[in-house]
């Protein structure tokens, strides 16, 4: 099995002190993509850049103590891509990708594995235009990587896509992470292109260009397609949040079809508490 495990660290030392590197090393993935490393290369230096005999690849924010992603593997990339090609978001340290291309592989021998980190709309309109921007001109890159490689997106997406992926929906409609312009962005991305209909017709602009459908795959929930509490991965750090289990599903491993056909059992460490997010994992039957 091919473990590859996504989380979002909320800062790598703070992680580091609450005993990340010792799970990982018990843990053992094959691949780890972390999000929010909130550091820059000089802090990572001498520190970080193996965890348990794995070899990081980086994407640094510019500003200091901000964003920030990271893949960290047992086995060597092809290639690594880092930023998206955005002339606004790519400052802000939101993609890597890693390339493992084996020409002789039967199953998927073009394949990425991509650490995303959505921006987050939370602190107001400024930002939560940002978000929309983003969302805006990422779409028409995952779908142009889609048509040439398989890939699997592993991150914060900063978006609840159903009402069963948080606790409180029925206050959070006009919140960030719950509107409903993100939801139909997501739902567009994960939309069978074959199975389109009027309801895409729907989307605002500024959130998609394109309603010809993602055909993308959701991994969590093709694995747990009913899974309501087990399926929260975030909790606020306000009042007593997590005591109370009440979350959001913010963090998402987005497949190509192919790779997502592999994908056998998924796991959510709740208990472990390295950031206010929690570490998840999808076993694919697969060998890199």
């Not at 930023?83 to 400052?91: I, K, L, M, P, Q």
């Not at 795959?217 to 093709?222: H, P, S, T, W």
């Not at 929260?232 to 289990?245: E, F, L, M, P, V």
Request: hydrophobic residues 35%; glycine residues 8%; proline residues 4%.
């Amino acid at each position: 099995m091919f473990k590859l495990t996504s989380l979002n660290l909320n800062g790598i030392r703070s992680a580091a002190s609450k005993g990340l590197l010792e799970w990982v090393a018990q843990y053992k993935p094959d691949c780890i993509c972390v999000q929010e490393l909130k550091a820059q290369a000089a802090d990572v230096s001498g520190r970080f850049e193996e965890i348990a005999g794995l070899k990081g690849y980086f994407h640094f924010a510019e500003k200091k103590g901000y964003s920030g992603v990271g893949v960290y593997t047992r086995h060597e990339p092809s290639d690594v891509i880092v930023g998206y090609g955005s002339t606004e978001f790519d400052a802000e340290g939101r993609y890597v990708e890693l390339r493992f291309d084996r020409p002789g592989r039967k199953q998927s021998p073009k394949l990425s594995i991509i650490s995303c980190y959505f921006p987050s709309g939370s602190s107001g309109e400024e930002r939560q235009a940002a978000k929309f921007r983003f969302l805006a001109e990422f779409y028409p890159r995952l779908l142009a990587l889609k048509e040439t490689r398989d890939f699997v997106l592993c991150g914060d997406v900063n978006i609840a896509h159903q009402e069963i992926d948080l606790k409180n929906f029925k206050g959070n409609r006009k919140n960030s992470g719950f509107l409903p312009e993100e939801r139909a962005w997501m739902t567009e991305l994960l939309r069978d292109a074959e199975l389109v209909n009027e309801a895409a017709e729907e989307l605002t602009q500024r959130t998609s260009p394109s309603v010809r459908g993602g055909g993308m795959v959701d991994v969590y929930r093709k694995l747990q397609p009913t899974a309501t509490d087990a399926a929260y991965t975030w909790w606020s750090n306000r009042g007593q949040a997590y005591a109370k289990n009440v979350g959001w599903r913010l963090d998402y491993h987005l497949a190509t079809p192919a790779f997502a056909a592999l994908a056998r059992s998924e796991h959510i460490y709740k208990e472990q508490r390295f950031s206010d997010h929690a570490p998840m994992s999808v076993d694919y039957q697969f060998e890199l």
